[in-house]
């Protein structure tokens, strides 16, 4: 069975930093590219970030660009995403997610190319 825990959320002030983990088991992580998305209240969870198996291919919503960082570690099962310069608008459940089928060269940005998603840290960040 395949589990996805995220981990690293919490209470920010604007401008700050957070870094958040994901821990997966239940099946080989290093031959699948993972993601991180989000989801606001009220509205449809979105991109944020994606990377390939390898760590070396890497893709962020324009929102992000410049702010955040995924990273990933196969020895350890765990994908990070490390947020700077946090504003309001990042305000929101975090979620990371395993693609639907093992590495094939292309990072994956829709929800419907992922299969298995965590429960989900939330991120709150004040003015």
């Known amino acids: 069975q395949v589990q996805l825990v995220e981990s690293g959320g919490g209470l920010v002030q604007t401008g700050g930093s957070l870094r958040l983990s994901c821990v997966a088991s239940?099946?080989?992580?290093?031959?699948?590219?993972m993601g991180w998305f989000r989801q606001a209240p009220g509205k449809e969870r979105e991109f944020v970030a994606a990377?390939?198996?390898?760590?070396?291919?890497?893709d962020y919503a324009d929102s992000v660009k410049g702010r955040f960082t995924i990273s990933r570690d196969n020895a350890k099962n765990t994908v990070y995403l490390q947020m700077n310069s946090l504003k309001p608008e990042d305000t929101a459940v975090y979620y990371c997610?395993?693609?639907?089928?093992?590495?094939?060269?292309?990072?994956?940005?829709?929800?419907?190319?992922?299969?298995?998603w965590g429960q989900g840290t939330q991120v709150t960040v004040s003015s």
């Open positions: 239940g099946r080989t992580f290093s031959r699948y590219g």
């Open positions: 990377i390939s198996w390898s760590g070396g291919s890497t």
């Open positions: 997610a395993s693609e639907n089928e093992i590495w094939g060269g292309r990072l994956k940005t829709r929800t419907y190319e992922y299969d298995y």
